[in-house]
Nanobody, 124 residues
Framework: QVQLVESGGGLAQTGGSLRLSCAASGRTFSTNAMGWFRQAPGKEHNFVAAITWSGDSIYYADSVKGRFAISRDNAKKTVDLQMNSLKPEDTAVYYC?????????????????WGQGTQVTVSS
């Protein structure tokens, strides 16, 4: 079992930055692939970024590539999402998710564990 708690959301202006953090508890965190997804009002969960357990492979959605950066610290059991050059279309609830394996995917149904989400609002 893995429990996930996100933090760091809030309000930012266009062009600003926010850093989200996901704290995990559970014995297998260091071997889990981790991902971030987001859900805007009335829309599906969309993939944002994912990272393997070792950090040697990372995926980004095209919409955030070059602006967002995912990282993890297995010793601290945290996964962060640094978000720069924010745009109004980045407004959403952001969710941290964990797989039960070490490989990463962009498919939300491959992730077994989810946090409660943190709101990010970008004003124009």
């Amino acid at each position: 079992q893995v429990q996930l708690v996100e933090s760091g959301g809030g309000l930012a202006q266009t062009g600003g930055s926010l850093r989200l953090s996901c704290a995990a508890s559970g014995r297998t965190f260091s071997t889990n692939a981790m991902g971030w997804f987001r859900q805007a009002p009335g829309k599906e969960h969309n993939f944002v970024a994912a990272i393997t357990w070792s950090g040697d492979s990372i995926y980004y959605a095209d919409s955030v590539k070059g602006r967002f950066a995912i990282s993890r610290d297995n010793a601290k059991k945290t996964v962060d999402l640094q978000m720069n050059s924010l745009k109004p279309e980045d407004t959403a609830v952001y969710y941290c998710a964990a797989r039960t394996t070490s490989s990463i995917t962009r498919w939300r149904y491959d992730y077994a564990y989810w946090g409660q989400g943190t709101q990010v609002t970008v004003s124009s």
